[in-house]
């Protein structure tokens, strides 16, 4: 590691545990553990980052995980610094350098009355004239600096990353897929959407007409290759809304796989964060990125 390494945080959580070797292609390096850093990153607006990344020098392959979004600026105040911390170890695992960015509004909170402002990019807002497309967009532009950032900082390989989202953060990712960066391999989402659940209610969504034409102008123009995964009992998009999205966006030209995996927990929607669920979609996920690399 270079000088640059000093913007990286002191707090460093060495997990030395021994793993098995990885079935996925053969020249990536082998694994024998795994740590999970914090880092600072100096993107154009700076951010936090959990980095869980292979013990070794690399280069590895840099994957970049979009957590979620809560539409309640009262919950965003206890948003965890990273929703599926065993996934992101399984991809460690795998010999991927993990980096999981805090986004703006996700752990602040409005409070102007107290003098208290975030910044918070992900708002869509009213239901009678939302916006989808423009917030998918600013988080495709937050992920195109963290990608931009660790090329230059870590022990990455240039122009071989692989983005997965989670729900709004999902959103973002086939977003950045609408944009053809050159530095993006493949895109990897998990109940991707917004709008979903309006007022707290199962199964209630935002505009999902509107949702679906967003879904659609991003497909115009996508050609990165994508994984779609969805549960039978999300219950802020559904398997209906689901295969609608995806219908529309390959018929416009985008290039994604959709896989809808059979009820999970008591809502599939955190199928990603779940330590249980990882047997089930981590061998459809390996098959992919053997495919797509």
Known sequence: MHGNFLRVVSLVLTCFAAIASSA?????????GIREEIWALTTPLPMFARVVRPVGGGPYTLLVMNHGISGDPEQRTFFPAIEYRDAA????RQGYFVVSPTRYGSISIDRPEEGLFSLYFASVGSCDKPNFGWPGLMI?????????FMQKEAPVS????IVVGQSGGGWGAIALSSLNPSSVQAVITFAAGRGG???GKPNNNCAPDKLVEATR??????RIPMLWIYAENDTYFGPDLAKRMHEAFTAAGGNAELRIFPPFGSDGHFFIGAAEAIPIWSPLVSRFL????
Do not use: C, E, M, Y
């Open 158 to 161: 240039p122009g071989k990353a």
């Open 140 to 148: 495709a532009t937050l992920d195109q600096w963290v990608i931009d």
């Open 197 to 199: 659940r309006v007022d």
């Open 217 to 222: 102008n991003f497909g115009k123009t996508s």
């Open 24 to 32: 996925l292609a053969a020249d990536r390096p082998a694994v024998q």
């Open 89 to 92: 170890h399984w991809f460690a």
């Open 290 to 293: 053997d495919k797509h690399q």
